[in-house]
């Protein structure tokens, strides 16, 4: 089909093209909710058989740098709405800035999960050989806290007494903790491409009040993903984190 | 072995024939609509068929009352279908009180059975008539199910988990059972016969086979000091777990209030995963025994654990939840 | 007089390979889900050749339990679930509607490649060492045990799922913003009313089974345990998952095919049918009701009784809708004018083989009777006459009715009538014994039995040799018509829908100029340009449900 301008071949108006990309992304988001609905079910279900093993792997992850990525990924959001915003009035240069913004923002994000993921690695917790949860608390790295560390100590061994499969579960957990936050670094990784081809047709200055379809579609996508961190970070770092 | 009609297995279990009697009212119902169907299909098709090129048919757009009515007569026959069903299915899955057990173990690919006096047998299970017997069936590895036609039954084998199953065999003979959840290669060889014996010949077989098999009640009980489940679990209620006289069948009372009637389930699990329900005014003290413990080690050790119930119980010291009420 | 049409607009195998029009993209379709069925055939032929004697000679065991599960994995997966949807559905909807393409020609084409991507997986599967776990995946035989080249097949239908998902995306938006002026939603055809509801079901279901297969892919690689007991997993959890998908997968395979018998009954009767606004409810609510019945697969696995009862409960309710079509669809034909041209026969057929696959979902639903029926050979009478006897017949039947839109050519008639006859005769010799062995006693998946059930395994697969015949002479006559059959014109039966009012084959932009719709749909009466006679008014003021 050949394009006239920004319209696309198989449609007829300006209006309905809109309409169209708009409702193929929410459609699409919910089949992403299927998707990621699948994990978290399954996290449920397993997180209320194993409560102590999953209790104990939440408390390993670090609530400071989490916290702090929930932040920057909601600012995130907020400077996608605002470039959509600034397409919609006209403001060029505007559009381009908050794009930025928000890829820098996505980045940061990525970044911080890769210090964790890297942290996971240091202390065993990889699922599959060489997993031990209880290797952090007997082998220290320099900068623990050793108050922080006898405590986890003393919780991991309450809790291998509790259960002595703690291995197994606690991989359990962590085989969860890495596929749903790895899928999650996907799609955000999958967005900071999105992003990357809007910036380069803002700088082109493609998108004017009356034809800002891309951004408005990538904002919807780029607003879905932070919407799952907001549910990944309480399932996989806050509950049971005081038990 | 086979009925007379060769479209349907022989009845020798108590579910055979209301099984069957269903199988008949949903084919009358079925064979109703499908010639009413077909009938209507092939008259009309004769009757309206095309006599000049151009001709066209009659137009009717539609007609609520004829769609409602097609709806809700399918709905109150689907309804009669579903109930009379659900009545055979509430029965199967309640087996009654007076059940004789036998375990049963399905593994890749054979199946191994343990009568109550602790006689094995490989591929084949003995039954006396008219008695309700209730397998208790556990798999060592796959997904196996036990399915006897000719007693129109059938229950799924799930490792992890204990499923039960019951009938109540009606016809001396042998029987064949096959397993039937897809397991593995041998799959289609996995299976054997049930042998339905009158009262005393399963008597005779029972004591006269063997009998160098360890009466499982005898093994539960040497597992039950080799293990040293007896330093805590003293039987006068003295030790630091609860006693476990009379405790099979009776309620439990939890740490956290609630109340739990110790079955076969209970006993495992509490081998497996003692934690998960704490007996009141004890401590989660009890190691776990996953992976010391074969399948049928822990069957020998809840048939010694049943063979408690009559002994008596402390006073203090068990885990038995006090009767509410009149004292 | 050759005209310009979408096959000859351009040359070259990159104008194929790279097209983004639907109609060639349905083309593509049409070549790999053939291929598929070829090997899903040639597997099952296997299958019942093996099964001619008890102790079965043809292959080992191993090789048997492979037979079977690449022939459901084959079938399913890369034949049936796209099928009509991806064929007919693709090439059709944007010229039902009045639209030059699909909402996102470009996703369509990516459709499909990930088809071909996820198939190369399964076919490497297939190829180094085959599958042996059965179609369904249970753990931990899949997940542990099994020897076979289970993690390729699993990344392979993992891959295909996003086909699906792309699919029904596609048609969902298309068929909300791209109709033509005039075509609302209640003058749709009922096909388009069946892909809509299939397309529920696929963007709804398959990201879950993704999920599934997924997860338990990474409990082999990694030795997780998710699924596995041994490692504090549940089997039954996996149940659940799969089968929350897969049961509503039997309804992405035989709504697209109860649309098109929704197509053809009216066109071969002329006249509209029964009860439009039914069937298209009747569709929706087949898609609705089909998410919440599938733990019916698992009545003998030790779920509690109250989900039992729950899931047999609403397993009668769906099967309520389907009862509504095929009521309307046989009362269609009431004073109907009708032609015993092969797509009607198809359509006659399908009612005939569906009802009777449907009934006998009555018995599996009834839990006093699926307690001895279950995992035996009643189950795979049943669904084989379903997917089978009502799907691939309305797939046949739909190749044959739009045939002549498709490729500008008719088919020999009295061939066609006969695969026709063919067809539905060998169906019901190869499946209707396997009823009496699911009765009898004889579980599936079983590469030896007892002897006393031989008798009625012979039979079927007698009946299979001639099924077998009524698939290949479609693909040799309809092969012949593309070159040597007739010329067919722009609306050779003639039918009321949109796509037959323009050229055959359409022209790559559909339609010269955009239609405006001002009629209803099935309407022979106020339609002067399908040259019939005026028909007989109707007897009294048609009181409809539009």
């Given amino acids: 089909m050949h394009r006239t301008g920004d319209l696309y071949g198989q449609f007829e108006t300006l209006e309905q093209q809109k309409e169209t990309a708009s409702l193929g992304m929410w459609v699409f988001l919910v089949t992403e909710v299927l998707f990621f609905g699948g994990m978290f079910l399954t996290y449920t279900i397993n997180r209320s058989a194993f409560s102590t093993a999953f209790g104990i792997g939440s408390n390993t992850l670090d609530i400071t740098l989490g916290a702090g990525n929930t932040v920057v990924l909601i600012m995130s959001s907020l400077t996608m709405a605002m470039a959509v915003w600034s397409a919609q009035v006209g403001k060029k240069k505007l559009v381009s800035i908050f794009l930025i913004a928000t890829l820098g923002l996505g980045t940061v994000f990525l970044g911080v999960k890769g210090v964790e993921y890297k942290q996971k690695f240091d202390h065993h917790l990889i699922p599959g050989h060489g997993f031990d949860m209880k290797y952090h608390p007997t082998h220290p790295m320099p900068g623990d806290d050793p108050k922080e560390l006898a405590l986890e100590k003393k919780e991991v061994e309450e809790a291998l007494a509790h259960d002595p499969d703690i291995n197994f579960h606690g991989q359990l957990y962590f085989s969860l903790y890495f596929g749903m936050t790895g899928l999650h670094a996907l799609h955000m990784i999958i967005g900071a491409g999105l992003l990357i081809w809007l910036i380069k047709g803002s700088f082109a200055g493609r998108f004017t009040p009356q034809y800002n379809t891309p951004v408005e579609v990538v904002g919807l996508y780029w607003h879905f993903v932070d919407i799952v961190w907001i549910y990944l970070f309480p399932l996989l770092y806050l509950i049971d984190r005081h038990r | 072995m086979q009925s007379q009609l060769p479209i349907y297995p022989e009845q020798a279990s108590n579910f055979a024939p209301q099984v069957d009697a269903l199988m008949v009212f949903i084919t009358a119902i079925c064979v109703f609509f499908a010639l009413a169907i077909t009938a209507a299909i092939v008259i009309f098709f004769f009757k309206f068929h095309r006599k000049k090129p151009d001709d066209v048919g009659v137009a009717f757009e539609g007609d609520s009352r004829l769609e409602a009515a097609w709806m809700i007569v399918p709905l109150i026959l689907a309804m009669a279908m579903f109930g009379w069903g659900a009545v055979v299915y509430v029965d199967y899955r309640h087996a009654p009180q007076d059940t004789l057990d036998v375990y049963v173990i399905g593994k890749q690919w054979m199946w191994k059975a343990q009568q109550p006096n602790g006689l094995k047998e490989i591929n084949e299970l003995h039954v006396p008539v008219n008695r309700n017997i209730r397998l208790i069936l556990a798999s060592e590895d796959v997904i196996h199910d036990f399915f006897v036609p000719a007693f129109r039954v059938k229950m799924d084998v799930v490792p992890g988990h204990y499923n039960t199953m019951w009938f109540r065999p009606t016809k001396p003979g042998r029987y064949h059972f096959f397993c039937s959840q897809y397991c593995g290669t041998n799959h289609a060889i996995m299976g054997g016969w049930v042998t339905v014996m009158e009262p005393s010949d399963y008597a005779a077989w029972l004591s006269g086979s063997s009998g160098v098999s360890a009466n499982p009640v005898l093994a539960g009980e040497k597992l039950f000091a080799e293990k040293t489940c007896i330093t805590c679990h003293v039987g006068d209620g003295t030790g630091r777990a609860p006693s476990l006289n009379g405790v099979y069948g009776a309620p439990v009372l939890l740490a956290d209030g609630s109340t739990v009637t110790a079955d076969e389930s209970y006993i495992r699990e509490s081998i497996l995963l003692p934690n998960a329900k704490i007996v009141a005014g004890y401590q989660p003290l009890m190691p776990t025994f996953q992976g010391q413990l074969t399948e049928e080690q822990i069957l020998a050790l809840t048939a010694y654990i049943k063979s408690l119930q009559s002994q008596p119980v402390p006073a203090k010291g068990s885990g038995i939840a006090p009767p509410t009420g009149k004292k | ?546």
């Fill in chain 3, 1 to 546: 007089m050759t005209h310009e049409d979408y096959l000859n607009a351009t040359y070259g195998i990159r104008s194929w390979l790279l097209t983004t029009d639907h109609k060639r993209i349905a083309l593509l379709w049409l070549g790999s889900v053939t291929f598929f069925f070829f090997i899903g055939g040639i597997l099952a032929t296997m299958i019942r050749i093996h099964l001619l004697t008890p102790t079965g000679a043809l292959v080992s065991p191993e090789t048997y339990n492979k037979l079977f599960t690449m022939h459901g994995v084959a079938m399913i997966f890369f034949f049936l679930i796209p099928s009509i949807p991806a064929v007919l559905g693709n090439f059709l909807i944007p010229l039902m509607i009045g639209a030059k393409d699909l909402a996102f020609p470009k996703i369509n084409l990516l459709s499909w490649y990930i088809y071909i991507v996820g198939g190369i997986f399964v076919l490497y599967s297939f190829g180094t060492g085959g599958l042996d776990t059965g179609w369904t995946f249970y753990t931990p035989l899949s997940s542990v045990y099994s020897n076979s080249a289970v993690t390729p097949a699993v990344i392979g239908i993992f891959i295909n799922g996003f086909s699906s998902i792309l699919t029904g995306l596609n048609f969902i938006v298309t068929i909300h913003t791209m109709r033509a002026p005039g075509m609302t939603w209640f003058r749709l055809p009922l096909f388009a009313w069946a892909h809509y509801a299939t397309s529920l079901v696929m963007i709804l279901g398959t990201p879950v089974v993704a999920i599934t297969l997924l997860l338990a892919g990474l409990e082999r690689m990694f030795h997780l345990g998710f699924f596995n007991p041994a490692l504090g997993g549940d089997p039954i959890l996996f149940q659940h998952l799969f089968w929350f998908y897969s049961h509503p997968a039997v309804y992405i395979m035989i709504l697209p095919a109860m649309g098109v018998i929704s197509e053809i009954i009216p066109t071969f009767a002329r006249k509209p049918i029964f009860g439009y606004s039914f069937i298209a409810g009747s569709s929706i609510a087949i898609a609705v009701i089909g998410f919440v019945v599938w733990a019916h697969h698992m009545f003998v696995t030790g779920e509690s009784t109250y989900a039992a009862l729950t899931f047999s409960f609403l397993s009668y309710l769906v099967a309520i809708p389907s009862a509504v079509k095929v009521f309307n669809w046989t009362s269609t034909l009431y004073k109907g004018s009708i032609s015993w041209d092969a797509p009607m026969l198809y359509a006659l057929g399908f009612i005939g083989l569906f009802t009777i696959g449907g009934l006998t979902g009555l018995f599996l639903a009834c839990l006093g009777l699926d307690i001895h029926i279950h995992d035996t050979y009643f189950v795979v009478a049943h669904f084989h006459y379903i997917m089978v006897g009502g799907a691939v017949m309305g797939y046949v039947g739909g190749i044959h009715f739009w045939w002549p839109k498709i490729t500008g050519r008719l088919y020999p008639e009295a061939l066609s009538r006969a695969a026709a006859v063919t067809l539905f005769v060998g169906f019901n010799l190869t499946f209707f014994p396997q009823f009496i062995l699911g009765y009898l006693g004889m579980p599936r998946r079983y590469h030896t039995y007892p002897p006393e059930f031989q008798v009625l395994n012979v039979l079927s697969t007698a009946g299979a040799s001639i099924l077998a015949l009524g698939y290949l002479l479609p693909m040799a006559y309809l092969t012949w018509s593309m070159r040597y059959g007739k010329v067919a014109g722009p609306n050779p039966w003639p039918a009321t829908g949109l796509e037959w009012t323009t050229d055959s084959p359409p022209p790559t932009e559909n339609f010269h100029v955009t239609p405006e719709v001002t009629w209803e749909p099935y309407d022979f009466q106020d339609r002067p340009d399908l040259g019939l006679a005026a028909g007989s008014p109707s007897p009294a003021p048609a009181h409809g449900d539009d």
